[in-house]
């Protein structure tokens, strides 16, 4: 599992399994999002193709299911990745062009995003060791690395989010 949550109501959920890989996407602004209807309610179709085995994934409190604007999904056995048929009405985003964008295939790609947006300077050799070696049971994170990366937050906090989320952190 992998989120990214970036404080201000928008979320990007991507839960891996040996059947395949879904990522759920909440953009708070959107048309989409079921706040916005009269009726709290999935937009019609985000869900609607997914394979059950892998909508069974998002079956937990943590990852709020019906707080989705978009899914995308991929089979393990699958060459390409799927999105529901959902009509997105003229002037509306789903969000997935900017919570999509937030995935950086580089340490130093996503320092330089955290720079700007977070007006830090995060130690790109922790997030590189994020990045290269993270691995929950051989590499986790540690509270070490948690006050290199923002000595102001509360790192016990973060290992108990890190634990909800289905991630492990380390008290080292």
């Given at each position: 599992?992998?989120?990214?949550?970036?404080?201000?109501?928008?979320?990007?959920?991507?839960?891996?399994?040996?059947?395949?890989?879904?990522?759920k996407g909440?953009?708070?602004?959107?048309?989409?999002?079921?706040?916005?209807?009269?009726?709290?309610?999935?937009?019609?179709?985000?869900?609607?193709?997914?394979?059950?085995?892998?909508?069974?994934?998002l079956d937990?409190?943590?990852?709020?299911?019906?707080?989705?604007?978009?899914?995308?999904?991929?089979?393990?056995?699958?060459?390409?990745?799927?999105?529901?048929?959902?009509?997105?009405?003229?002037?509306?985003?789903?969000?997935?062009?900017?919570?999509?964008?937030?995935?950086?295939?580089?340490?130093?790609?996503?320092?330089?995003?955290?720079?700007?947006?977070?007006?830090?300077?995060?130690?790109?050799?922790?997030?590189?060791?994020?990045?290269?070696?993270?691995?929950?049971?051989?590499?986790?994170?540690?509270?070490?690395?948690?006050?290199?990366?923002?000595?102001?937050?509360?790192?016990?906090?973060?290992?108990?989010?890190?634990?909800?989320?289905?991630?492990?952190?380390?008290?080292?």
């Amino acid at each position: 599992m992998a989120k990214i949550d970036n404080g201000a109501g928008d979320h990007l959920i991507m839960l891996f399994s040996p059947e395949g890989a879904i990522l759920k996407g909440f953009d708070h602004e959107s048309g989409l999002s079921p706040h916005a209807q009269d009726e709290y309610k999935v937009w019609q179709g985000i869900y609607d193709d997914v394979p059950k085995d892998l909508l069974s994934l998002l079956d937990n409190d943590a990852i709020e299911q019906d707080d989705v604007t978009f899914c995308i999904w991929r089979t393990s056995n699958d060459p390409k990745w799927h999105k529901g048929n959902v009509e997105i009405p003229e002037g509306e985003s789903d969000g997935s062009d900017f919570l999509l964008g937030c995935i950086f295939d580089t340490p130093e790609d996503f320092a330089e995003f955290a720079a700007g947006y977070f007006e830090c300077s995060p130690s790109l050799d922790v997030v590189a060791q994020i990045y290269n070696n993270f691995s929950i049971t051989d590499s986790p994170i540690t509270e070490e690395m948690i006050h290199i990366l923002n000595p102001d937050c509360d790192a016990k906090e973060v290992l108990q989010e890190l634990e909800l989320s289905g991630l492990r952190g380390s008290l080292h």
